[in-house]
C-alpha cells in the first residue's frame, strides 16, 4: 500500500467529518475560508509544516503555538478541530485534510477541480484562458484551479481532472521517448 493511499484513508475521514459539522452549523462558507486562511498559512511557513509533523515536540506545546497563531484569525469551531488532530496526532496530515475538505466542499457547490501542476507561475489571463478551455472540455458551469509549482517539470504542465491527466510537460515527454528508446 503506497503512502499517498494511507494518508487517504486517514485524511477523507476527518475531511467529511469537519464538513458534515460545518453543514450542521450552516458556516459551510465560512469554514472554507477559515480552511484556505490555515492551509496559505502553512504554504508560507515551512518551519510551522515541521513543527506540526515533528512527533518529538510535546502536545501541549503544539496546542499553545496554534492558538496563538490562528484563535484570533479562525472560528472557534475550526480551532477546535485543529486542536483535536493534535491531540489526535493527526496534525502533520493537516494540508491532506485540508485538501480533501476543500475537494468535499467542492463537489457539494458542483464545483470540478482542476489540479495544474507547472514550472512556472501562470499569469492571471494564462489562468482565466486555461478555466475557460477546461469549461468548455468538461462542460462545467464552475471550475477551480489548484496551481502547484514543480522545476522538476522543467518546462509545460500538468492538469488532473478526476482520474483524467493531460502531461503536456517536457519531462513526461522525454519519459515517453525513453520508454520507447527502452522498448525497442
Do not use: W
Not at 513543527?51 to 497563531?69: C, E, M, Q, S, Y
Not at 493527526?90 to 475538505?101: P, S
Request: hydrophobic fraction near 45%; charge should be positive; glycine fraction near 2%.
Amino acid at each position: 500500500m503506497s503512502s499517498n493511499s494511507i494518508v487517504d484513508k486517514i485524511s477523507v475521514p476527518y475531511a467529511e467529518a469537519l464538513l458534515s459539522l460545518a453543514k450542521d452549523n450552516n458556516f459551510i462558507l465560512e469554514a472554507e475560508q477559515n480552511v484556505l486562511f490555515i492551509s496559505n498559512t502553512l504554504s508560507e511557513s515551512k518551519d510551522l509544516q515541521l513543527f506540526l509533523a515533528n512527533p518529538l515536540i510535546n502536545v501541549l506545546v503544539k496546542k499553545k503555538v496554534v492558538n496563538t497563531l490562528f484563535k484570533d484569525s479562525i472560528n472557534n469551531f475550526i480551532l477546535n478541530f485543529l486542536l483535536v488532530l493534535i491531540d489526535r496526532r493527526r496534525i502533520a496530515l493537516l494540508t491532506a485534510i485540508i485538501n480533501k475538505y476543500l475537494q468535499l466542499t467542492y463537489r457539494l457547490n458542483s464545483i470540478t477541480i482542476v489540479e495544474l501542476c507547472t514550472s512556472i507561475e501562470f499569469s492571471q489571463t494564462q489562468q482565466e484562458a486555461l478555466i475557460e478551455t477546461i469549461k468548455t472540455m468538461t462542460h462545467s458551469k464552475n471550475v477551480k484551479l489548484m496551481m502547484t509549482i514543480d522545476s522538476s517539470l522543467i518546462g509545460g504542465f500538468i492538469i488532473r481532472i478526476g482520474s483524467k491527466v493531460i502531461d503536456t510537460s517536457l519531462a513526461g515527454k522525454l519519459r515517453k521517448i525513453s520508454f520507447y528508446l527502452n522498448a525497442n
